[in-house]
């Protein structure tokens, strides 16, 4: 029998509604099976452990990705997979930090989570759960091992890599998509795992990094916008990288104020990480003029990086005390799967 311990952080999916009140309110996981009886079939072993205070998602800090970290570090021979149930909004963000944070899986960590409360009648949040911790059981019967090795979110019949992929919908049960890379696996009749694009890591233990930095920002561009107020960004005293969303493949305005930013900053030290506003494709710098100043100056390009996956990478290297030469170097490498070689 496997063994998944289910962590609650908080989120729709975990909310029912008071018969008293009718308002809606977190359940204890502990109980889960009288929600979900449907488990009890699965033959699985399942333990769960909740934050102390479930959390709204868009509430999540470097802090609470510290403290998911540790819960699976202290339980990770005690178990052979974990579920993490996490709000929507900001999945994409904490499953590309924990991506980082956790190297060396051997084991699956699944995020899930649903556009509805598991106590509506018609709730996605029941197939989530069930199908995320069936895949987080599942094994190879020849080698013993785990079939999915890595931070994943599961979300109504897709497995997606957890660094990415991006939510996509406020109001759709087909809330996520991973534009730039396949899906791991597909929940239909059967659950078909796409074994060619499933992570191995190259490491021989699980290593744990759970320092962040907080001084990375985030520009996205739109026509018009005045670069005069995002001056304070470019201080190197203040912000250690800028990430910046642009057009198409990287394109920008010719802006002399934002080109005399970006050259003032990168000359003091400062990174520049060019990421593209599009929901896929990547960033080529110099395939339009447009960009040609980016490369000219030292931005680097972000390739097919989701933003939530470049935001994440930064905020972990620098956390990491790196020289910048170093955070440079592995910003534009693939650590986890996060980009293309």
């Not at 868009?58 to 699976?72: C, D, F, R, V």
């Not at 730039?180 to 059967?190: D, E, K, M, S």
Request: aromatic content about 10%.
């Amino acid at each position: 029998m496997r063994s998944i311990l289910l962590i609650y952080t908080g989120g729709t999916i975990g909310m029912i509604k008071d018969p008293q009140s009718g308002e809606l309110r977190s359940f204890d996981f502990a109980y889960v099976y009288d929600h979900i009886p449907e488990l009890a079939r699965l033959n699985i072993n399942l333990k769960s452990i909740s934050f102390p205070k479930p959390i709204d998602s868009s509430e999540i800090t470097q802090g609470h990705w510290k403290n998911l970290a540790q819960i699976i570090v202290e339980n990770y021979e005690g178990y052979d997979g974990f579920v993490v149930l996490h709000g929507s909004d900001t999945m994409a963000f904490t499953s590309s930090a924990l991506s980082f944070m956790l190297q060396g899986l051997k084991k699956p960590i699944i995020f899930t989570g649903s556009q509805l409360p598991i106590g509506t009648i018609r709730t996605d949040g029941k197939e989530n759960l069930i199908t995320a911790i069936e895949i987080a059981a599942a094994f190879d019967e020849k080698t013993g091992e785990a079939i999915v090795q890595e931070v994943a979110v599961y979300f109504e019949y897709s497995l997606y890599r957890g660094n990415r992929c991006s939510k996509i919908s406020a109001n759709q049960f087909e809330a996520f998509e991973s534009p730039n890379y396949p899906n791991l696996a597909v929940a239909g009749v059967n659950i078909e795992y796409l074994n060619d694009r499933l992570f191995r890591t190259k490491k021989s233990a699980l290593t744990v990094q759970s320092s962040f930095s907080n001084q990375i920002a985030l520009i996205k561009l739109f026509p018009g916008i005045p670069f005069e107020l995002y001056k304070d960004l470019f201080n190197i005293n203040n912000t250690k990288a800028v990430v910046i969303e642009t057009y198409g493949t990287g394109n920008a305005p010719s802006s002399a104020i934002l080109q005399a930013l970006i050259s003032s900053y990168i000359s003091n030290g400062g990174l520049v990480l060019n990421v593209t506003q599009c929901s896929s494709g990547s960033v080529k710098h110099g395939a339009y003029q447009t960009s040609a100043f980016f490369q000219k100056v030292g931005v680097i390009s972000a390739n097919d990086l989701t933003t939530e996956a470049a935001l994440t990478k930064l905020q972990y290297l620098f956390g990491q005390n790196l020289t910048r030469d170093e955070v440079k170097k592995q910003v534009t490498t693939s650590l986890v799967g996060e980009m293309m070689d």
